[in-house]
């Protein structure tokens, strides 16, 4: 390890070295996978995959080998955890996806982590200090693996952890590849920082030249190979670990892989992994075309996944990110094993609602099945056409507009004015579900088009109701034929509202009148109290409101009995976020409170009451 002081000097020289290499190199690496030496070349082109191509136009589509690699299913990893991942495996689902998916629009065939490891899950490197394919789970190695992908018309991927992997580092004596004077030394902290979501890297020093030097060189590496998409994992603001300590923010490696994908000679996706800070979100959407919003879907059990763990808690954590996908960049919900029947450890309610929730979401629809064995009903929930339209077209994502109960309404506004609605009955029993059409913004009737059963069950007038298993869904297009609804809209900080215990008014630069009401916690209340309606009815009032993490609160009209509603995150405490509340009003004027009860609620920033039932 060196002194402070001579690596101050010695960065200064090296910084005008690199510096003037790069005014003088324009030339990228040889497209063989065996290290090239450290000069420059001529460019590669690619002729199938065009630098200008727009990547994530549209949610991605594909598979990736991590759900098999971490189960524990009966002869999945023969020797050892995470043994899965082989050359042979992946050409088997390689054939596979392009035989049974390809025609659907399903492209990807993405590599996960351990293709530079043996199965005692140690690592290898070439001499740069960069991964270096196994021999025994990758003979041919990772160049012949993607191009028998590309020779099947599909586009291969591949896995990082962020950071520079410490058996890369080499006591820093391994030089950078293309980048005279630099070495692993070079693009780190004295103090050997660690970074990631397992700390298995150290962090790198961007304020040296020679660290975008080492990412340029996997970048070329990756594109030189003929890779078109690249998963980076561990990466902070996210992955377990605070944003309190800037050895796991990770902005800088993700603008840095930006900039060396752009070099590179070759359009390369780039998604981040895992449970990434949405107080970071400006950041992922700038510089990488998807992010991971939750924790891995896989069980690491004796199935794929679970229900309890952990599919069922993207219907809490997706709302607050639906306002942030879009084309260019995508929320990711993580792998959709829906295929394979048993191995995939769920019930076929639960597998249709898993996959309702991805496409509603416009979340990349890639799954970790072994496509070899896809039953008959996976099949038709991973290839039905009506629902891929959803998640492929231009539709925006849905988002729950009923409170984030055990049964739940999701819905968006199509372009041609249609409506995507699901009904979710997250409950362990049968449950009926229904959505009203004033909660969509419209009265009288509508067409309904079953999407999974590719059915039209005709006209229905004022809402829809269906008896859902546990665990269970049901997926519409919905045609309005009414006519819109007229609102009246009542601020929260209005002064004829009644605050009770902490409530209180706040700024709040988000919020319709600039204000909200907040400190609704442990007994504190917020009543309105001048909420007039023509006629007596069950009325959808909309519940404006802001909340940095789910809470709940207690929704009562006139003081009759209340009823508990949880509100999903908005994501912060300045962005407002709507559903819809039922509440039985009399004609004339009415109260509707907000009570805390002995929990915390979220701030309320206004109400809208229909003005007809």
């Not at 879907?297 to 996944?305: A, F, Q, S």
């Not at 069922?312 to 960049?329: F, I, Q, V």
């Not at 995939?344 to 639960?350: C, F, I, S, V, Y």
């Not at 979340?363 to 009903?377: A, E, I, M, N």
Request: charged share 20%; glycine share 10%; hydrophobic share 35%.
């Amino acid at each position: 390890m060196r002194s402070p002081r001579s690596a101050v000097s010695r960065r200064a020289l090296r910084t005008l070295a690199v510096l003037a290499l790069t005014a003088v190199t324009t030339g990228l690496a040889t497209t063989v996978e065996a290290a090239p030496s450290p000069t420059a070349t001529t460019p590669v082109q690619h002729p199938h995959a065009g630098i200008d191509s727009p990547l994530a136009a549209n949610p991605y589509m594909g598979w990736s080998s991590w759900s098999m690699q971490s189960s524990k299913y009966p002869g999945l990893n023969p020797n050892g955890n995470y043994s899965w991942l082989t050359e042979a495996n992946v050409i088997k689902q390689t054939d596979a996806l392009a035989a049974k998916l390809k025609k659907y629009g399903y492209e990807y065939v993405n590599i996960d982590a351990g293709w530079w490891m043996d199965w005692s899950w140690t690592s290898q490197y070439d001499e740069y200090g960069r991964q270096k394919a196994d021999p025994v789970r990758f003979p041919s190695g990772m160049k012949a693996v993607a191009d028998h992908i590309h020779s099947k018309g599909l586009k291969a991927g591949i896995y990082l952890p962020v950071g520079l992997e410490k058996g890369a580092y080499n006591d820093g004596k391994n030089p950078i590849w293309n980048a005279a004077g630099c070495t692993t030394g070079d693009i780190v902290y004295d103090d050997l920082r660690t970074t990631n979501g397992w700390d298995s890297a150290y962090k790198i020093d961007f304020s040296d030249p020679c660290a975008q030097k080492y990412i340029d060189s996997q970048a070329q590496m990756f594109a030189d190979w003929g890779y078109d998409f690249l998963k980076l994992d561990g990466v902070g603001p996210g992955s377990f670990k605070s944003d309190d300590n800037d050895n796991y923010n990770n902005v800088p490696d993700v603008a840095a892989w930006q900039k060396a994908i752009k070099t590179a000679g070759r359009p390369i996706h780039l998604e981040l992994s895992w449970s990434l800070d949405i107080g970071h979100v400006a950041d992922w959407k700038k510089y990488s075309n998807g992010w991971r919003i939750d924790t891995d879907v896989e069980c690491y059990c004796n199935t794929l996944v679970s229900w309890e763990d952990s599919v069922n808690d993207r219907w809490d954590d997706a709302p607050a990110w639906a306002r942030h996908a879009g084309p260019g960049g995508w929320n990711d919900l993580d792998s959709l094993d829906v295929g394979n029947g048993e191995m995939d450890g769920l019930t076929k309610a639960e597998r249709q609602s898993y996959a309702t929730l991805w496409a509603i979401a416009k979340s990349p629809l890639f799954t970790g099945d072994d496509l070899t064995r896809l039953d008959s009903y996976g099949l038709s929930l991973l290839t039905n056409r009506e629902v891929l339209a959803i998640n492929q077209g231009n539709t925006p994502p849905a988002a729950p507009i009923t409170p984030s109960d055990p049964q739940q309404v999701w819905a968006t506004k199509n372009p041609n004015g249609t409506y995507t609605v699901a009904l979710f009955n997250l409950s362990d029993q049968p449950s009926a579900v229904t959505a009203d059409w004033s909660a969509l913004g419209f009265t009288g009737k509508a067409k309904i088009r079953d999407l999974w059963r590719h059915e039209n069950l005709g006209l229905t007038a004022g809402k829809i109701t269906k008896t859902l298993p546990a665990h269970g869904s049901r997926l519409f297009t919905v045609t309005p034929v009414g006519h819109l609804l007229g609102w009246t809209g009542i601020e929260a900080e209005a002064t004829s509202n009644t605050l009770t215990g902490n409530a209180s008014v706040a700024d709040c630069s988000g919020c319709s009148g600039g204000h909200k009401v907040g400190n609704l916690y442990i007994g504190s209340k917020l009543t309105f109290n001048n909420v007039v309606v023509p006629k007596a009815g069950k009325y959808q009032i909309r519940v404006s409101y802001i909340s940095g993490d789910a809470r709940s609160a207690l929704v009562s009209a006139n003081g009759d009995g209340a009823t508990s509603h949880k509100f999903a995150s908005t994501g912060d405490w300045s962005t407002s976020n709507s559903v819809y509340v039922a509440v039985n009003l009399q004609a004339g004027t009415n109260t509707v409170t907000f009570d805390s009860g002995t929990g915390y609620a979220p701030d309320i920033d206004r109400i809208d009451v229909p003005t007809s039932s």
